[in-house]
Nanobody, 119 residues
Framework: QVQLVESGGGLVQPGGSLRLTCVASGSIFSLSVMGWYRQAPEKQRELVASIGRGGRTAYADSVKGRFTISRDNTKKTVYLQMNSLKPEDTAAYYC?????????????WGQGTQVTVSS
């Protein structure tokens, strides 16, 4: 069983930066492919970045070059560094993961952290 707690969101101006943190419980974190997802109002939740067990990363086209995902297995933590933020990045951000070879969201969703990009 893995529980997830996200933090680090807030209000930021366009062009600004935020660093999101997701702390996981459970011994299988290091075995999990982890991802950051976001959900804007009236839109479906989407995967924006993922990181494999060995650190291989992948990004949605909309955030490529601006967001960086990383993980620290000793701390059971996954991060999302977000730079050059745009108003369209406004959403609730969640982390999740799974034990397969591709990104999946099998754990119970946390409360998420709200990111608002506005001047």
């Amino acid at each position: 069983q893995v529980q997830l707690v996200e933090s680090g969101g807030g209000l930021v101006q366009p062009g600004g930066s935020l660093r999101l943190t997701c702390v996981a419980s459970g011994s299988i974190f290091s075995l999990s492919v982890m991802g950051w997802y976001r959900q804007a109002p009236e839109k479906q939740r989407e995967l924006v970045a993922s990181i494999g067990r060995g650190g291989r990363t992948a990004y949605a086209d909309s955030v490529k070059g601006r967001f960086t995902i990383s993980r620290d297995n000793t701390k059971k933590t996954v991060y999302l560094q977000m730079n050059s933020l745009k108003p369209e990045d406004t959403a609730a951000y969640y982390c999740n993961g799974g034990l397969g070879s591709t990104p999946e969201a099998i754990y119970e969703w946390g409360q998420g952290t709200q990111v608002t990009v506005s001047s």
